[in-house]
């Protein structure tokens, strides 16, 4: 992994209103790492990732994302003009809970709409890298297939695609499998540990807890818009040092070694 941090966030602030939802986060990810981040709800971890998106925009603090550093100085904060910050946007690819593709395209036009619109791509060119993209995901025979006739994990599938194609330097995934039926999570966890293993930089926010510890690198508890906890899941899962992470993971367990139980009856 590199030594230089591909995204470094310090001090970031962010309050709507008088609730204030990020206090003061500093957070660094190397290149290749997977960070898993865990919380209850209301933490502030999907605010956390839209930050570093910037689809909200922090009142304090400093991101970088490789070259690019942004400053947030609340009403005297620049932001980068629309094409600056579309290209800033395309090299954070971020998958949210509900999949927003374009209902009026088919798999495939999903998959080519930023790289040719953004980024300028010839048609021909992103169309065969779109799908490339499909294949990797395992949807090429629904390339021209249109959401409606997609299942939920298919649908989140392609959604994943399309951030991909955008060659983002870090994914960012919002609860991926959040709004999806329960058999149809493996499909999507399937294809992130895949990224995983080819080195893809990743910032997840996920309950599910067993895949936070396979796949994360390092894991965040995320508590009233602080991180209680970082550090690796050998620790941050599995011997938390704080009594808040225990009890969050306490019904995890409670639930993982009823399934142990049942599974040895």
Do not use: W
Not at 98 to 121: I, S
Not at 197 to 205: F, H, P, R, S
């Amino acid at each position: 992994m590199s030594e230089r941090p591909l995204i470094e966030i310090t001090r970031l602030k962010k309050a709507f209103g008088q609730n204030v939802v990020l206090k003061d986060i500093t957070l660094q990810v190397r290149k290749g790492e997977v960070v898993a981040m865990i919380g209850p709800s209301g933490s502030g971890k999907s605010t956390l990732l839209r930050c570093i998106n910037l689809l909200s925009v922090p009142n304090a603090g400093c991101i970088t994302v490789g070259e690019q550093t942004i400053e947030f100085n609340g009403a005297h904060t620049t932001l980068p003009n629309e094409r600056q910050l579309a290209r800033f946007r395309a090299s954070t690819g971020m998958v949210f809970q509900h999949f927003n593709l374009f209902p009026h395209m088919t798999a495939l036009q999903n998959v080519m709409e930023g790289p040719v619109t953004v980024l300028k791509t010839p048609k021909a060119q992103a169309q065969a890298e779109a799908r490339a993209l499909l294949a990797k995901v395992g949807l090429l025979d629904r390339a021209d297939y249109y959401p409606d006739k997609l299942s939920g994990g298919q649908k989140q599938r392609v959604a994943i695609a399309r951030a991909l194609a955008m060659k983002p330097a870090v994914m960012l995934f919002d609860e991926a499998t959040s709004a999806l039926d329960p058999e149809l999570v493996g499909e999507v966890l399937n294809v992130i540990k895949g990224l995983a293993k080819e080195g893809m930089t990743m910032i997840l926010v996920t309950h599910e807890i067993a895949f936070a510890r396979e796949v994360a690198d390092q894991v965040i508890f995320m508590r009233d818009g602080v991180v209680a906890e970082y550090g690796p899941p050998s620790i941050v899962i599995d011997h938390p040092r704080q009594d808040a992470t225990r009890a969050f993971l306490g019904r995890f367990k409670a639930s993982e070694a009823a399934s142990a139980s049942a599974a040895a009856a």
